[in-house]
């Protein structure tokens, strides 16, 4: 796999809330246990696309934006990747 590959496959993600007082837990760590976020973004407002390349849930306290597409969702779910 090139570089080029190993970094188109890689996704990023965003979370933007609107206060403190809604985060309930986080945990980062120096070895690899990892990390954990927790917290409340409310009810769903929308669900969008922005330009095409990224998936963008607004919830009325938060939003949560992941770099997947809908091309990617969908491959996702041809593949059975996606649970319900």
Avoid: A, Q
């Amino acid at each position: 796999m090139t570089k080029k590959n190993i970094e188109r496959n890689k996704h990023s993600f965003s979370i933007e809330m609107g206060s403190r007082g809604n985060l309930s837990h986080v945990s980062l760590t120096d070895d690899s246990e990892g990390v954990l976020l927790k917290g409340k973004l409310g009810k769903i407002v929308e669900i969008t696309y922005p330009e095409g390349l990224m998936i963008e849930i607004e919830e009325d306290i938060g939003v949560l934006r992941l770099d997947l597409n809908e091309k990617d969702i969908e491959i996702m779910s041809k593949k059975g990747m996606l649970s319900k």
